[in-house]
């Protein structure tokens, strides 16, 4: 299921945990604060290795940081993608998954402490199997599904649930009947609902060129080729914002060529 393997180029938003934080080490929770603060910045400016390191710090000063957790597990999952060696890549999604692990375990009520693990989740299907991608496909969903309940308001979850749900309808007929043979089968997706929520995250982020690039490819799938032609003709109106925007505003111009 590619396109879950491509949400790595969401904008990176710093949520700061409200909860007190307690000296650790020789950092103050105030120290801590501005670190947090700075590594996002620095994403955001397309350092993802300053960026990393800043989080790692702050971890190993408050290893149950919330901000530190989940940004931390993204910018592994992304990292990772962009990696030639299979086991490289496995290694870096290896790392995501165990900081979203984390962020799940001591932050069980935040919403995108769920996100990051369907995320490095998604990741690992890259590296298994179609068995295991299959039983993956139904944690993936569950883990949204809550991020969704809980953090209703951010758009990264609908885009990701919507491509799920696209995802999952649209499976390749060789993996639709290696599902039949695996406990559970196939979970169940819904292309309405993709266009829903797809929809619903571009709303809430009219800005984002990955969202609708992500709605064009769901019409493609679908062979709803004249939404996909309106969809990418928007897009190549608008201006990148982050880092991996301009490939995509080339793949929107190859995709329209080819419709």
Same mark, same amino acid.
């Given at each position: 299921?590619?396109?879950?393997?491509?949400?790595?180029?969401?904008?990176?938003?710093?949520?700061?945990? /409200?909860?007190?934080?307690?000296? %650790?080490?020789?950092?103050?929770?105030?120290?801590?604060?501005?670190?947090? +603060?700075?590594? %996002?910045?620095?994403?955001?400016?397309?350092?993802? *290795?300053?960026?990393?390191?800043?989080?790692?710090?702050?971890?190993?000063?408050? /290893?149950?940081?919330?901000?530190?957790?989940?940004?931390?597990?993204?910018?592994?999952?992304?990292?990772?993608?962009?990696?030639?060696?299979?086991?490289?890549?496995?290694?870096? $999604?290896?790392?995501?998954?165990?900081?979203?692990?984390?962020?799940?375990?001591?932050? %069980?009520?935040?919403?995108? %402490?769920?996100?990051? !693990?369907?995320?490095?989740?998604?990741?690992?299907?890259?590296?298994?199997?179609?068995?295991?991608?299959?039983?993956? @496909?139904?944690?993936?969903?569950?883990?949204?599904? +809550?991020?969704?309940?809980?953090?209703?308001?951010?758009?990264?979850?609908?885009?990701? !649930?919507?491509?799920?749900?696209?995802?999952?309808?649209?499976? /390749?007929? @060789?993996?639709?009947?290696?599902?039949?043979?695996?406990?559970?089968?196939?979970?169940?997706? /819904?292309?309405?609902?993709?266009?829903?929520?797809?929809? +619903?995250?571009?709303?809430?982020?009219?800005?984002?060129?990955? $969202?609708?690039?992500?709605?064009?490819?769901? $019409?493609?799938?679908?062979?709803?080729?004249?939404?996909?032609?309106?969809?990418?003709?928007?897009?190549?109106?608008?201006?990148?914002?982050?880092?991996?925007?301009?490939?995509?505003? +080339? *793949?929107?111009?190859?995709?329209?060529?080819?419709?």
């Amino acid at each position: 299921m590619p396109r879950l393997l491509l949400i790595i180029a969401l904008p990176l938003l710093l949520v700061v945990h /409200s909860a007190a934080l307690a000296q %650790s080490g020789d950092l103050s929770s105030e120290k801590i604060k501005e670190m947090v +603060k700075e590594a %996002s910045e620095k994403f955001d400016k397309g350092e993802e *290795e300053e960026s990393l390191d800043l989080f790692l710090k702050v971890l190993e000063a408050d /290893s149950e940081n919330y901000d530190a957790l989940w940004n931390t597990a993204i910018i592994y999952a992304r990292m990772g993608y962009r990696l030639d060696s299979e086991s490289e890549m496995e290694e870096y $999604f290896e790392k995501a998954l165990e900081y979203a692990e984390k962020a799940k375990e001591v932050h %069980s009520d935040k919403g995108r %402490s769920y996100y990051v !693990y369907a995320v490095a989740l998604g990741r690992m299907t890259e590296v298994m199997g179609t068995r295991d991608r299959i039983r993956a @496909a139904h944690e993936i969903g569950k883990n949204v599904s +809550k991020a969704a309940e809980l953090e209703p308001d951010y758009a990264p979850i609908w885009h990701l !649930y919507g491509v799920w749900h696209s995802d999952v309808a649209n499976v /390749s007929r @060789a993996e639709r009947a290696a599902a039949r043979l695996v406990s559970g089968g196939l979970p169940d997706g /819904s292309n309405e609902k993709a266009e829903e929520y797809l929809n +619903k995250a571009i709303e809430m982020d009219q800005e984002s060129i990955l $969202f609708r690039m992500d709605l064009a490819r769901h $019409f493609i799938e679908t062979g709803e080729d004249d939404k996909a032609r309106e969809v990418l003709e928007a897009v190549l109106g608008m201006e990148p914002r982050t880092k991996d925007d301009p490939n995509k505003l +080339k *793949e929107a111009e190859e995709l329209l060529g080819d419709l």
